[in-house]
């Protein structure tokens, strides 16, 4: 068994009768790299590529769920599948947003004053080139607010909402007031304050700074 070595990487070199060729195959990987050529000065050639493809190969897999958002913009893939994704997302929700009010193509184009042509553009994830005005005329067509906004996250961010507003307390009315007051009272670990106890409660007073001291 011949072997050639380029790099830390070792190829096993047979000659195929059948093929009438150098056939090799890369050694002490968990994956299948082979190679072939006619003669050996291109065999060393296309062994070295074999490898060097394999190191990319491993290296973009090493990328697959840890560090993906730096393998796109090494490549230079970051803005261009943000918006694919963004674009995907806005045609989602403008499809289902069709469907739920009846609203065919014809109809948005109507609604719209565009062409189908335009509609299709404008239903394509992949078709990114789409006029902001484009967007909010879509939007107004099926009556939902279009709502851009920064955020965290840039792809699949979802839509920013206002706070809630806060509640008023719910008082309690005169039958609810009476329940509750029989529950305490009947509780033996709740029992109510006596005269003599509520005049001894001192109600508390906002202090500011250090605490007096009683000695003088």
Known sequence: MNLMNYKSYSARIEYSDVDGCFVGHVVGIPDVVGFHAESVTELRAAFEEAVEE??????????????????????????????????????????????????????????????RAAISRLLDAKDTHVALAMLVKASIAVGLPLQVGLGASVVGQPAMRRAPKRSRPKMPSVAEDRAITASAKSDPDARPLTDKQLKAMVPMKALRGRPQSKKR
């Open 54 to 115: 394999y190191l990319v190969i491993r290296t973009n897999r090493n990328h697959i769920g840890s560090d993906f958002d730096d393998f796109l913009a090494a490549n230079g893939l970051r803005e261009e599948v943000a918006a694919v994704a963004i674009k995907y997302a806005f045609a989602q929700q403008l499809v289902g947003a069709m469907k739920e009010r009846g609203v065919t193509r014809l109809e948005m184009a109507r609604r719209m004053n565009t062409s």
